[in-house]
């Protein structure tokens, strides 16, 4: 098993089903001003591939999506589709410094979490506390979430093109090559 876990395919292929598929946890906002207390909120979380576009790149994030709070599509006075991302949250992958299982919940802070199914997702200057259902479905979250993370920052350093096949989608202008 131990060999398994660094063989190139394998990895491959937890990352392939990790950028494929939804996931449902929990997010416990951190309090604030408005409101100290927050309850905990279902969420789906997925991964959403990076574009390229013709002069821009737009990287790769990690979302997350109120579960009862689907992008809201509705007609207007004058007839045109208003699209809202209400709910909608995104950290840029690259941004991720840390993904952390939680050792001791603050219950003054988060005191509906279950600290053996909860994990922090951290970059430079946030952290986001996620609860998942059970203690293997944390696991196996944070190890799908480190190994992309991985994957896209040393392709990334190591000026490696393949990170376009992998991580990001093209976007062609029609009429141009």
């Known amino acids: 098993d131990f060999r ?7 990895i491959r292929q937890i990352i392939q089903e990790f950028l494929n598929t939804r996931i449902f946890l929990l997010w416990h ?3 604030t001003d408005s409101c100290e207390k927050p309850s905990p909120i279902p ?6 591939l990076g574009l390229l576009l013709e002069n821009e790149v737009i990287h790769p994030k990690l979302m997350w999506q109120l579960r009862n709070d689907r992008t809201n599509l509705s007609i207007d006075k004058s007839h045109r589709m ?3 991302n ?3 949250h995104k950290i840029q992958l690259l941004d991720i410094a840390r993904i952390l299982e939680v050792d001791k919940v603050d219950r003054e802070l988060f005191p509906f979490a279950r600290q053996s199914s909860s994990f922090i997702v951290q970059t430079l200057d946030k952290r986001f506390f996620f609860e998942s259902s059970s203690e293997l479905e944390r696991n196996r979250f944070m190890r799908g979430l ?4 991985a994957r896209l920052g040393s392709r990334v350093i190591l000026q490696d093109n393949t990170v376009f096949d992998d991580f990001f989608s093209v ?3 029609p009429g141009k090559n």
Do not use: F
């Open 4 to 10: 398994k876990q660094y063989d190139d395919s394998y």
């Open 29 to 31: 906002p951190t309090p």
């Open 43 to 48: 969420v789906s979380t997925w991964i959403e």
């Open 82 to 84: 208003n699209l809202s």
């Open 86 to 88: 209400t709910g909608l």
């Open 146 to 149: 480190k190994l992309v993370v």
């Open 171 to 173: 976007v062609r202008v």
